[in-house]
């Protein structure tokens, strides 16, 4: 048992959170985490649907009946990343040995400058720092500058600013953010009696500059789309902090004799998803935006999975009714039972030949959970996680989305079903969150707390193991009830680098 002193006792308090947390995360490194049991990847015809073009019309018409009523919802998207990532080869440029460019990478960036949106705000630093132009500059090989200009503090500072604010998309009438673009998008198929809700986690340092820009639009784009926008913003909360630990699993202490804390992923997101008083969330990742003119298919499938979760729900419902009236045959049984199955791809062996009592106790279980839609896209060798059939604590076999570090890799069946996965998850999800009763479910006690994992960083060089909580849409869903949908690629456009936004569908 690891003695903490008065000093990391205050800490904890301060951070708001109680030794007894702070012991179970000391026992997941002892301990580890066990990988999960798959019964198989998810594919189209077991775990993943596909509509046809009458369902597909049938769904998106359900859900603009659905935005007619009485109804709360909101379009809540993860925005507290800085792009320090995305512009990961520049910096390497800029600390690099030579002062023209080398790799593919630079040379790309160099080649295109003028395609970026933000070229001509990129020009204007430019002139300003060194009272020359970018063309200038570039002719006197002083190309560093450039770079400098757009990354550090006294030029854009886009090194240190979150993605949602940095220029992605130019126009005839000027340039968006991906903040611009999901305003835009929140209007096109989140809207209810014309009031749009957009939820955008940020980090500290971020939310004034937000909520800036936030003031400065929303305005003018609420008289284009006819939309009254209510922006809000939160930030991740210091109890979801990890601790982090040496390569011993003892305390990390600072310089100062501190325990060192780290931010514990975006499955600390849960308790601020679990805020939000709304019948229906959508989820989405602040950079996979596009611009007009290629919103056509993510608007039409947005609003096909939003019909899908509706028309769903209403049956599950149905179900729930039935069963707290005792109202229901042998036949509806069966049907519920079908229904897990068949729909949700809930299953559990034998249940089948249990008694009523024990049917009913499961199928309540079962369907009175939060529930999801996610889009699913075709695999085209994206990193990241997948749709699949995995066993849970109780021995059900459920649709969950796993990432590679939740499956063993040592085990041939499990890695062969990794491999040739036929889907990729681009986090797109539309959410329902309240029981057939109308109350809202507490979404932290749907999470998984067996399915965090631990990686090895370092600071001030020295190693370090640091904890991640269950996964936004992996472990801290584990227990939703959840529907794959096929989407069409052209929905995921996601920008990890800066030369991402030269690809086609960012022009």
């Not at 969150?433 to 600071?459: A, H, N």
Request: hydrophobic letters at 35%; one cysteine or more; a negative charge.
């Amino acid at each position: 048992m690891i003695m903490f002193t008065e000093q990391d006792l205050q800490n904890f308090r301060k951070k708001g959170v109680s030794v007894e947390q702070i012991n179970r995360q000391l026992k997941n490194f002892e301990d580890g985490f066990s990988y999960l049991r798959l019964d198989n990847a998810a594919s189209v015809g077991n775990g993943i649907y596909v509509p046809d073009n009458e369902q597909c019309k049938m769904f998106s018409e359900t859900w603009e009946t659905y935005c007619k009523g009485k109804h709360v919802i909101t379009k809540f998207v993860p925005a507290s990343g800085a792009a320090s990532r995305m512009f990961k080869d520049l910096f390497g440029f800029l600390n690099a040995g030579y002062d023209k460019p080398s790799t593919d990478f630079e040379k790309k960036f160099f080649a295109n400058i003028d395609k970026f949106a933000f070229f001509d705000s990129l020009n204007g630093t430019c002139i300003r720092l060194y009272g020359k132009d970018i063309d200038c500059l570039i002719k006197e090989n002083q190309y560093k500058s450039v770079v400098s200009a757009l990354l550090n503090k006294e030029g854009m500072s886009y090194g240190s600013l979150p993605k949602g604010l940095l220029q992605f998309h130019k126009y005839g009438d000027g340039v968006r953010t991906p903040f611009h673009e999901h305003l835009v998008e929140g209007a096109l198929y989140a809207s209810c009696a014309s009031k749009v809700n957009l939820h955008f986690t940020v980090s500290h340092e971020h939310k004034e500059l937000f909520a800036a820009l936030s003031q400065e639009t929303c305005s003018e784009y609420g008289r284009q789309y006819g939309v009254d926008y209510n922006i809000s913003f939160s930030e991740q909360k210091p109890s979801t902090d990890t601790i982090a630990v040496d390569m011993e699993n003892e305390p990390f202490r600072n310089a100062d004799g501190s325990i060192l804390f780290r931010p514990g992923g975006h499955g600390a997101l849960i308790e601020n998803l679990d805020a939000i008083d709304s019948d229906i969330i959508f989820i989405k990742n602040i950079d996979n935006v596009v611009p007009d003119r290629l919103k056509g298919d993510t608007v039409e499938y947005k609003k096909l999975i939003a019909g899908i979760l509706v028309h769903v729900q209403n049956r599950i419902f149905e179900f729930l009714e039935m069963l707290d009236n005792g109202s229901y045959s042998e036949n509806d049984i069966k049907e519920m039972l079908s229904f897990l199955n068949n729909v949700l791809y809930c299953r559990m062996e034998g249940i089948g030949r249990k008694g009523t009592e024990e049917q009913t106790a499961f199928i309540k279980n079962k369907l009175n959970r939060p529930l999801r839609v996610c889009g699913m896209v075709k695999n085209v060798g994206e990193p990241g996680g997948g749709p699949f059939l995995a066993y849970g604590a109780d021995n059900t076999v459920q649709l969950q989305i796993l990432e590679s570090s939740q499956i063993d890799m040592d085990n041939a069946d499990s890695k062969a079903m990794f491999v040739n996965g036929t889907h990729f998850n681009p986090v797109d999800l539309v959410c329902a969150v309240k029981d057939y009763k109308g109350r809202k479910f507490d979404l932290t006690g749907y999470v998984d707390p067996e399915t965090g994992f631990i990686s090895q960083k370092s600071k001030d060089g020295r190693e370090l193991k640091a904890l991640e909580l269950p996964g936004l849409w992996n472990g801290a869903m584990s227990n939703w009830n959840t529907i794959f949908v096929e989407v069409p690629l052209a929905t995921f456009n996601p920008v990890k680098t800066v030369n991402d936004l030269l690809r086609d569908q960012h022009q």
